[in-house]
């Protein structure tokens, strides 16, 4: 098993990226819970924990992308 260091996404407009409705991340390192993105509001994103189940507010640069496979 390898680990893998995520760099957080990158959510600005002008740069092409960021955090998307229907989305699958991470809240810091790759690990624990995932979260699907629910909704944003400018900087902030309202996320699900897909086990429990619970919801929260976040800032989106705590966003990191989770891979499935």
């Given at each position: 098993m390898s680990l893998r260091l995520l760099k957080p996404l990158d959510c600005l407009p002008a740069a092409g990226g960021g955090v998307v409705p229907g989305q699958t991340v991470?809240?810091?390192a790759n690990t624990g819970p995932t979260y699907r993105v629910v909704a944003l509001d400018g900087e902030k994103?309202?996320?699900r924990d897909e086990q429990k189940g619970a919801?929260?507010?976040v800032n989106i640069w705590r966003c990191y992308p989770a891979?499935?496979?």
């Open positions: 991470y809240l810091g994103a309202w996320v919801e929260h507010i891979f499935v496979d």
